[in-house]
């Protein structure tokens, strides 16, 4: 049996730093539940001393999760650690994650510490946390640009403290493959007890090298990778968890390795990241972008009709890409339904089908055909839990070449309704100029984007919304065939999810 590759994703501490990648405590749990049922080893919660809600929210998914690792982060002192423990401890596995710099740049000009201190430090952090755990992982920030026998030293140190799990990153992407194999070639070779731990890797992709200076770790010998659903994270991003694991299987000849995923999860974990995060996914992004695995040219699509083999190194099935084959019609029962919504991976309880069926038959009446895509976005929607402080009951807009946009719009909020129009630079400024007249609540719009859910003139619209209400950015998106009902669902989304925010604090 191959060796196994841990996988240790840190979408909701690493990604979730990334600008305009924040989830609220309910949105993350979800994208844990589905990690989980991705069979990831190891989900990193996030940084519970960063803030109050941190904190709850890391508590929160430590104790949702079962299966997988839980890790909260701290920096190598004792209140981070001790914060770090008091969020996690809840979990079936806990694990604490301790960072600290070790190249000079970073020792000099942000932590001011000399290489002897930093030891102390990071041996001390060691200690401390494995009064709380067995399972303490260690970070080398900055590995890369790190002195060799300075790390080569630390590592040995905190290995002899205790650590179980040895973590080397790329923190500013700086690396190249050749480069990240020398490293992990030679802490092997120069740290007498390295044996004792499992060799980590976490790549940012500045050059945009995170995915092969990570396959390049593992030849080396890191066991376990770092990475990110859809490579989110600091600038340019993480390594891709996604792009690792099916080069790990797609090139089992060139890496003899294996990791838990549940392929299959891979797509529906990616769309569910972006739909949370309004974190568009590129068409051309490998594995789960639109156009991972459509045939444009003539001569591609010859070859692909007459074997797969010749264009196909992995098949949209292997990472559960939804087959575009009509599902059902309008006058499929719920049977049906729910049969297609499990052959998709859906497991939905009574309500849920409930809704999910009055939303399809809202859908068979103005689209003949109701693909497994549309299956999937109306799932999505479904699925999420936002308090529907405000909910759309009614909608007209006006616009046109040589006329001012008006909307008319009726929300609903507890048992009361109002009804209120204005006018807009366009359908879409107009609706959501009445929904904060209605609402009382301005938000600054910052990004605004439409695509259709599946090809074809009647598709249906997903909209996603960056909407800056006070303080907080908050994301939201909508459905519907109608574009502009999309975009004012949206909205309302945003506004709802930032209410329930509000809410809690
Ligand atoms: O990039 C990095 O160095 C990190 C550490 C905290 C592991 O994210
Ligand atoms: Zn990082």
């Known amino acids: 049996m191959a060796e196994q590759v841990y996988i240790f994703d840190t979408t909701l501490r690493d990604g979730e730093q990334s600008p305009g990648a924040s989830m609220t405590t309910d949105e993350k749990i979800r994208m844990a539940l589905q990690l989980e049922r991705l069979g ?15 904190f709850e929210s890391v508590q929160k998914i430590a104790s949702s999760l079962k299966n997988v690792t839980v890790a909260g982060l701290a920096r190598a002192n004792k209140a981070d650690i001790d914060a770090a423990w008091n969020a996690i401890k809840v979990a079936a596995h806990p694990r604490l994650h301790i960072f600290i710099a070790t190249s000079d740049i970073h020792l000099k000009y942000k932590l001011k510490r000399t290489r002897e201190q930093v030891l102390e430090d990071a ?45 080397l990153p790329d923190t500013v992407g700086y690396s190249i493959p050749a480069e990240i194999g020398a490293l992990f070639r030679k802490i092997r070779e120069n740290v007498p007890n390295i044996d004792r731990v499992i060799l980590s890797t976490h790549c940012h992709n500045d050059l945009g090298m995170a995915v092969a200076n990570s396959l390049a770790a593992v030849r080396f010998g890191a066991r376990q990778v770092e990475c990110t659903v859809n490579g989110i994270g600091e600038r340019a991003g993480n390594a891709s968890l996604e792009e690792i694991v099916m080069a790990i299987r797609t090139r089992e000849d060139q890496l003899p390795f294996h990791t838990n995923i549940s392929s299959r999860e891979i797509y529906k974990t990616s769309k569910l990241l972006g739909t949370l995060t309004g974190l568009a996914i590129p068409r051309n992004k490998p594995i789960v972008g639109k156009n991972a695995f459509a045939h444009e040219s003539g001569v591609h699509q010859d ?5 797969a083999l010749t264009y196909e190194i992995m098949t949209p099935d292997s990472v559960g890409v939804p087959q575009s084959s009509i599902v059902l019609g309008k006058h499929s029962g719920k049977h ?5 919504c499990e052959a998709i991976g859906f497991k939905l309880g009574e309500d849920e089908l409930k809704e999910v069926y009055n939303k399809f038959i809202d859908l068979a009446d103005k689209k003949k055909e109701v693909t497994d895509e549309d299956l999937v976005a109306i799932v999505e929607d479904v699925l999420d839990l936002v308090e529907q402080v405000y909910q759309l009951e009614y909608l007209q807009t006006t616009s046109g070449s040589n006329t001012k946009a008006t909307a008319t719009v009726q929300l609903k909020s507890n048992s009361n309704s109002v009804l209120d129009s ?51 950015t908050v994301a939201g998106h909508g459905l519907s065939t109608d574009v ?9 989304n945003a506004l709802n999810k930032w209410l329930s925010l509000g809410k809690r604090k």
Do not use: W
């Not at 990831?40 to 941190?54: H, L, N, Q, R």
């Not at 790390?151 to 650590?163: D, H, M, P, S, Y």
């Not at 070859?303 to 074997?307: E, M, T």
């Not at 301005?442 to 960056?466: C, H, P, Q, W």
């Open 40 to 54: 990831v080893d190891v989900i990193e919660a996030g940084f519970p001393i960063a803030s109050p809600g941190e």
């Open 484 to 492: 502009i009902e999309a975009s004012a669902k949206a909205y309302l």
């Open 336 to 340: 049906g339904l729910r049969a297609r």
């Open 422 to 472: 204005n006018v807009g630079d366009g359908p879409v400024d107009a609706t959501y100029k009445t929904i904060e007249r209605i609402t009382g609540i301005t938000g600054r719009l910052l990004e605004y984007s439409i695509n259709a859910v599946t090809i074809g003139k009647d598709a249906m619209g997903e909209a996603f919304v960056k909407v800056r209400f006070q303080d907080d």
């Open 123 to 167: 041996v001390g952090a060691v200690k401390h946390a494995l009064q709380f755990t067995g399972d303490v992982e260690f970070s080398a920030e900055d590995a890369t640009r790190s002195d060799i026998d300075y790390l080569c030293q630390i590592v040995k140190a905190v290995i002899e403290a205790g650590a179980s799990v040895v973590n």
């Open 303 to 307: 070859g692909v009709i007459k074997s």
